[in-house]
């Protein structure tokens, strides 16, 4: 009985305290929403996002968050930590804040960034007020969209010692849980021997016609993957002068897959065919691995419950993830695969697709700044649920 009694106290508690985040998110909205516009209106490619980095940093600061920048060797990552007592969770909120290439924030980057530190900020004042012991940190994650600076984070111990990591992402519905592709991309350089296209072309060896080549394998090697496998590629260099046989060409291919294992396997499909294109034409190829893998997301189970239950002490509608959604990538996904790690989704707005227009326009505006508070809350109460967890 006593057991009971304790149970139904503590979510007498919690409900009380969720009841107070959703009124302090409310009386703190106007700095909150003064950051995400200042970043929406700034917007900063990845590596290169100082303004952003320095925005929100500076609002965590003065919200008594200890902050260091330039955590696990990257110049506009950051680390905020704030902590009441020597014992309790660890609880961590992903900003991130790069945008994207001629699009600026069209994937909602400002609001992410400044609800992750937003719910830091509102997690710290109930754990001062309620005297729960514990840790809140943020953690700044620059180049999301090029080449995953969580992954670097991930490799320079940065998110030791964190029992649970959550980031909600902007789309066009919330949910409560996610699906990812794993991807990398592969560049291939061909090198064969230029020569003149109408006088001498048997003195030549078309690094062109092995790009061609790869691109025509590829085509076949289509046929046999399984669902939901993406290749997809296009050619950077197919040579300056029509007359002239190309000595080098150059491909970049975009693999995708379900799962880490399988996209392995395509990858070793698509090197074998660029290795039979070279011998087809009589070229050398080198293969070369431009950026860090993305893994992809295996969110934690029982966060995944944890953000469904607080969208409905929100009174939020969401439905479940499927693969009828859309899939993308995320270096979330790495970390997933390291710590007990959540992405889940806070609408932004109905049947509007990221990286567009529509979707930028939306991020800067009142659908945004909706879309940002409620993002702060669920993240907020969540962060209790995990500091209260056995």
């Known amino acids: 009985m006593e057991c009971f009694k304790e149970v139904v106290n503590m979510n007498e508690l919690k409900a009380k305290i969720k009841e107070e985040i959703k009124l302090l998110s409310e009386e703190k909205k106007t700095s909150f929403e003064k950051v995400s516009d200042y970043l929406f209106s700034n917007p900063e490619l990845a590596f290169e996002e100082y303004k952003s980095q320095k925005a929100l940093c500076d609002l965590l600061e003065e919200n008594e968050f200890n902050v260091t920048k330039g955590v696990g060797g990257l110049e506009t990552s950051f680390e905020a930590v704030y902590s009441n007592g020597t014992n309790g969770k660890t609880v961590a909120f992903l900003a991130e804040y790069d945008a994207l290439p001629g699009m600026g924030h069209a994937c909602g980057h400002n609001i992410i960034g400044t609800s992750s530190v937003g ?5 710290k004042e109930i ?3 309620h005297n729960i012991e514990g840790t809140v940190k943020v953690f700044g994650t620059p180049a999301e969209e090029r080449v995953g600076g969580k992954i670097t984070m991930i490799k320079e111990g940065v998110f030791n010692n964190v029992d649970a990591a959550l980031i909600l992402h902007p789309s066009d519905a919330s949910m409560p849980d996610d699906i990812s592709f794993a991807q990398v991309n592969l560049k291939f350089d061909f090198t064969g021997k230029a020569s003149h296209a109408a006088a001498f072309p048997w003195e030549g060896k078309s690094a062109l016609s092995g790009v061609i080549a790869l691109f025509n394998s590829v085509n076949s090697m289509r046929l046999h993957l399984k669902d939901y496998a993406r290749v997809h590629g296009i050619i950077t260099d197919g040579g300056s002068i029509h007359n002239i046989i190309p000595e080098k060409s150059t491909a970049i291919f975009n693999v995708r897959a379900l799962s880490i294992e399988y996209l392995n396997e395509i990858c070793e499909m698509l090197k074998n065919c660029a290795k039979g294109a070279a011998i087809s034409t009589g070229t050398n190829v080198e293969i070369v691995q431009l950026d860090e893998i993305y ?8 966060l995944v419950n944890i953000v469904r239950q607080n969208f409905e002490v929100l009174g939020e509608d969401y439905v479940e993830r499927d693969l009828s959604q859309g899939i993308g990538s995320t270096d979330t996904g790495n970390l997933t695969h390291e710590i ?24 800067g505006g009142e659908e945004g700044k909706v879309a940002l508070i409620k993002a702060i809350k669920v993240l907020a109460m969540c962060g209790v649920d995990i500091l209260y967890s056995k």
């Open 119 to 123: 719910a830091g900020i509102i997690l």
């Open 340 to 363: 007990p790690a959540i992405q889940a989704y806070i609408k932004l707005k109905e049947n509007t697709a990221t990286h567009t227009d529509e979707f930028a326009v939306a991020a």
């Open 127 to 129: 754990m001062k007020k």
């Open 295 to 302: 893994k992809e997301i295996k969110n934690d189970s029982e």
